[in-house]
């Protein structure tokens, strides 16, 4: 299993007799991109907030795996995930570092990024004292995947992480996440922009009515660095 980092067994989770997920059996390997597409209402979300530890499921089993094989269920595994849900869960009254300071405190007895190094990882100033409630969206979005590096993840987890942003702040977001594949990181993310995000991906995850609909190879598999480049190039110069 030392290839594998996360896994889902027959998972379902079930809201009354609505099932957001249905018997979802799927394996993410270690260093890889996924990209998770779907409908509204497909359970991409619902399969992030799983596999965060964030919501338990109804049948099944999800399991974590360390650099050893061992298995774990995602909350014993949570300081080796990072999740990035839609909101920033940022405090808009306070500065880029404050806020990192304080949600570094919350992983006491764990070796974190210091919050100068995280922001700087995401391309923001730390010295820069404005509050976070007047950065534009694109800045925001790169400061909260700052908050989630705070703690080393393994594993990021990425809820619509170009919501809102303009074609330049997605372009440097899809530059940023490229270079964690170099650091062995597992990557999922959902996004309604499939043509954004698409060459980055290791794999393509449909899912259709909380079922896996398919998985297939994504162009990165195949192109690797050079054909991200290439299609980022080409959008940004469609989009001028």
Known sequence: M?????????????????????????????????????????????????LA??????????KIYGPEGEA???????????????????YDEFSGVENLEYFAKLYRGRECVTPADALRSVGL?????RP?????QGMKQRASLARVLISRPELLLLDEPFSNMDIQSAHQMLRLLETFRTEHRTILLTTHQRELAEPLAD????????????????????????????????TAGAAR
């Not at 014993?76 to 999740?83: L, P, W």
């Not at 976070?132 to 534009?136: A, E, H, N, R, T």
């Open 2 to 50: 030392n290839g594998i980092i996360a896994e889902f067994d027959e998972v379902s989770k079930l809201y009354g007799t609505f099932a957001a997920l249905r018997k979802v059996s799927v394996r993410f390997e270690r260093g890889r991109c996924y990209l998770v597409l779907g409908e509204n209402g497909a359970g991409k979300s619902t399969l992030l907030r799983t």
């Open 53 to 62: 530890g964030l919501l338990k499921p109804s049948y099944g089993k999800v």
């Open 72 to 90: 774990e269920d995602p909350m014993q595994a949570r300081d080796r995930i990072g999740y990035m849900s839609h909101a920033t869960m940022l």
């Open 125 to 129: 100033d730390p010295a820069l004292a």
């Open 132 to 136: 976070v409630g007047q950065y534009s």
């Open 203 to 234: 794999y393509v995850l449909t899912l259709q009515a909380g079922a896996v609909k398919s998985l297939e190879e994504g162009p990165y598999a195949r192109d690797g660095a050079a054909g991200l480049e290439a299609r980022l190039t080409a």
